[in-house]
């Protein structure tokens, strides 16, 4: 496949400021058979482990033409184990393979001895906690040999042995490793809705001069047993409207920002994700035009 050693790839690697989607590979022919609808596609690591094959061939054609940003989610950052280094050899060389834009993981743990959950459990936030998360970004950082995005969790349940707050631990976490951070505005709604806090208030206090992506979803609403909302980090449906207008009103402070659109269960046709993209589109543009204005 092309390299920067022979024949560069179409596409820069740089992630503009605008709206992107998750890649597909059932989206492919229409991706590649039409006038770019959207700037950007982040694909999910584990997906594209395998030397070659189908999925290689497909993400090479989509790299001609798109930035790419990359995505973990099995590396248990969180984990109390040491990270894989296999699963990290096999990040590093997708990193110098397909040269994406960003590279993110979450804060989470999905590992416990051999066993590997299909899931993102979450993390108690403690000095302890603090100091193994640490540790791995700096392996993981040192091994791939470029920065890595933190992504802020979604979250059902909290830990009473936590003696931080969730902004605290993350900002601490940015400043001793020099990680970039990665805000997903739904996992925000989520977890403030399932804790009865402000989604607004978070945000007003999340470090955003550290964030260099956004990531928006849709949630699944529930109940818990006490018959209070309970929300569900599903990515199975459009953009929550309440999500938008979070997602809007941190455009409009602090300027646009990379900004990718999730939908991983019940995928729908292409369209309906480009008409997600454009929404946010939408936003990013009239921040960037208010920001012109006021800079002239």
């Given at each position: 496949m092309?390299?920067?050693?022979?024949?560069?790839?179409?596409?820069?690697?740089?992630?503009?400021?605008r709206a992107g989607v998750g890649f597909k590979p059932e989206h492919a022919p229409e991706i590649l058979?039409?006038?770019?609808?959207?700037?950007?596609?982040?694909?999910?690591?584990?997906?594209y482990m395998g030397a070659g094959g189908a999925p290689h061939r497909i993400l090479e054609a989509?790299?001609?033409?798109?930035?790419?940003?990359?995505?973990?989610v099995g590396l248990s950052i969180g984990g109390e184990?040491?990270?894989?280094?296999e699963h990290l050899a096999r990040l590093k060389s997708l990193n110098q393979r397909y040269e994406p834009g960003l590279f993110s993981e979450h804060l989470a743990w999905s590992t416990h001895d051999t066993t590997f959950f299909n899931d993102l459990l979450?993390?108690?936030?403690?000095?302890?906690?603090l100091n193994r998360v640490c540790d791995h970004i700096d392996e993981v950082q040192d091994e791939v040999g470029r920065q890595m995005l933190l992504e802020n969790p979604s979250t059902y349940v909290a830990f009473a042995q936590s003696?931080?707050?969730?902004?605290?631990?993350?900002?601490?976490?940015a400043k001793r490793t020099g990680c970039g951070l990665l805000l997903d505005v739904n996992n925000v709604h989520v977890s403030c809705t399932n804790h009865e806090r402000s989604a607004a208030d978070y945000l007003h206090d999340f470090p955003m001069e550290l964030v260099q992506e956004i990531h928006l979803g849709g949630h699944a609403p529930d109940v818990d047993d006490l018959g209070r909302p309970l929300l569900i980090d599903a990515h199975d449906r459009k953009v929550?409207?309440?999500?938008?207008?979070?997602y809007e009103d941190v455009i409009t402070r602090f300027g646009p920002i990379p900004t990718l659109v999730e939908w991983d269960n019940d995928v729908p046709n292409w369209p309906v994700l480009v008409e997600e993209a454009q929404a946010a589109d939408a936003i990013l543009s009239r921040a960037g035009s208010t920001a012109l204005r006021k800079a002239v």
């Open positions: 092309p390299t920067r050693e022979n024949e560069p790839f179409g596409a820069d690697h740089v992630i503009p400021a058979s039409r006038v770019r609808s959207v700037s950007f596609f982040e694909v999910h690591a584990e997906n989509i790299r001609e033409k798109y930035p790419l940003s990359l995505h973990g184990g040491p990270l894989d280094r979450p993390v108690p936030y403690t000095r302890e906690t003696t931080m707050g969730e902004i605290e631990f993350i900002a601490d976490v929550d409207e309440q999500v938008w207008r979070l």
